[in-house]
């Protein structure tokens, strides 16, 4: 890794790390080597049940930490 990454604060998004790490264990079960997407409906009644409230900003951010794991986990199976 690089000196910067080492270094890199995210206090600032630890609670998006955490909210992440939160909906991945709503995925379906995958029987095959891949990863399924996250499910928005899925997403949003758990948001609703919790009563979260989530921006799209946060929302897309989250989508787009689904995409980069899904990503390195299809890469490191290769």
Known sequence: MLERERNLDISDVGSLIDL?????????????LGVPPL????????FELSGRKVSKWEYK?????????RATVIDNYK
Do not use: C, G, I
């Open 20 to 32: 992440f790490w939160d909906v991945h264990y709503l995925r379906e079960q995958s029987t095959d």
């Open 39 to 46: 499910n928005p409906t899925k997403m949003r009644d758990h």
């Open 61 to 69: 951010v989250l989508m787009e930490m689904d995409l980069a794991y």
